[in-house]
């Protein structure tokens, strides 16, 4: 297998059965090495390195970035992590009384806060709309979301990949009739790019942000925002600084207001061209089907073992390096620190609403053995425990 070479080139615990991939990604050896080399540059000279040197890494990042999504340099600024450029969007955004933002009732929390927060200070809506589960297609998806839609809609947010269930879901087509409409599309792709191919010339969304520090590898702390370009001067940075009324202005405002913000370490943006260098020398599409394929050939098998139905179709559609079972557990926190402590598996038990997930990642280290292991663990921790029923 392709990915049998790759394992050494991470940095993750020997003794840690890593299925957590999804959380916070993890980084090759190759990409850590540049990413400490930008540093210590940072600190044998750090004015150089903030106000030229830097700004010049910066724009070769964009530049990589912007021919690896196929975008405009111009129209993407890094952010630390998507739930920053989630917040950057929500608080400009001119809602009046009775506007709504239509989404799914499967979103990162994280973001449902944000923009309930921004929604009740401006008296608007944000409507989650139910989505039935199992999903048995994208049309049966795509229906269940547009009955939340209403001539108040000004905005469809939503997951490229979810982050609880671990679904694709058909944002080309949602972004497709939110066009035909004349209704904006943010796509939170924070598992996005390297895990599904992200075209966004293609894809058409009016924003998208994406994590690179997930599935593409960067270091963390490493994200950033496209914006369409005629849309980007209704924007407002959260942080004003040097950028506002700049001195020295670039030739973008959009560049100036988000990525000119005084003292900060931005190395991790900086290793861009190193990670994209990475995928491509290592052939990443193929590592990433052999990812999706096992991914794929142990679903069946858990959801037998918890007594649970997959979540939606098992194929490239749905699920792709990420699985989200279903599991009855009274104790979430409890099995996941008895899974860590006892048997020394990362791995997540994410409660969403009124249901609980256990949700694997396959990345290039991960072996079947792995989640042989796993398994193992969850067939002892049934007969042995009251924390899992089935």
Not at 39 to 65: C, D, H, N
């Amino acid at each position: 297998m392709i990915t049998d070479t790759l394992r050494s080139q991470f940095l993750l615990r020997k003794d840690i059965t890593f299925l957590n991939f999804g959380s916070f990604g993890a980084c090759p050896s190759p990409v850590f090495n540049r990413y400490q080399q930008y540093q210590l540059e940072l600190e044998q000279e750090p004015v150089q390195f903030i106000v030229k040197t830097g700004l010049e890494y910066l724009k070769a990042s964009r530049i990589a970035l912007g021919t690896y999504l196929n975008c405009n340099e111009d129209d993407l600024v890094f952010v630390t992590n998507p739930s920053y450029a989630v917040n950057l969007i929500a608080k400009s955004l001119k809602l009046e009384p009775g506007d709504e933002i239509l989404t799914t009732d499967l979103e990162y929390g994280a973001c449902d806060r944000t923009f309930q927060y921004y929604c009740e200070k401006a008296g608007a809506r944000y409507v989650r709309q139910p989505i039935g589960l199992p999903l048995t297609g994208k049309e049966q998806f795509t229906e269940d979301l547009l009955k939340g839609l209403s001539a108040k809609t000004k905005m469809i947010f939503i997951s490229h990949i979810t982050s609880s269930t671990a679904l694709r879901f058909p944002v080309e087509e949602i972004c497709a009739i939110a066009k035909s409409k004349g209704i904006l599309v943010f796509v939170d792709g924070a598992h996005g790019p390297a895990q599904t191919e992200v075209n966004l010339s293609a894809l058409n969304a009016d924003i998208y942000t994406g994590a690179c520090h997930k599935w593409m590898m960067a270091p963390k702390g490493c994200s950033f925002l496209y914006v369409k370009r005629e849309l980007q001067h209704l924007f407002d940075p959260l942080v004003i600084s040097w950028g506002f009324n700049s001195t020295t202005p670039s030739h973008s405002k959009f560049l100036d207001y988000h990525q000119t913000q005084g003292t900060r370490d931005f190395s991790a943006f900086c290793t861009v061209p190193a990670v994209i260098d990475f995928l491509q020398q290592h052939n990443w599409a193929a590592v990433s089907k052999e990812c999706r394929a096992m991914v794929q050939a142990n679903a069946l098998r858990f959801c037998e073992l918890l007594k649970s139905e997959p979540l939606a179709p098992v194929n490239d559609d749905f699920i792709l390096q990420l699985f989200s079972v279903p599991i009855n557990t009274p104790e979430p926190e409890t099995l996941k620190d008895l899974l860590f402590n006892k048997y020394k598996i990362e791995i997540p038990v994410m409660p969403h609403a009124d249901k609980v997930y256990l949700r694997y990642s396959i990345q290039a280290f991960n072996t079947q053995q792995d989640l042989d292991i796993l398994e193992d663990a969850l067939k002892n921790i049934i007969q042995t425990t009251n924390l899992i029923k089935v």
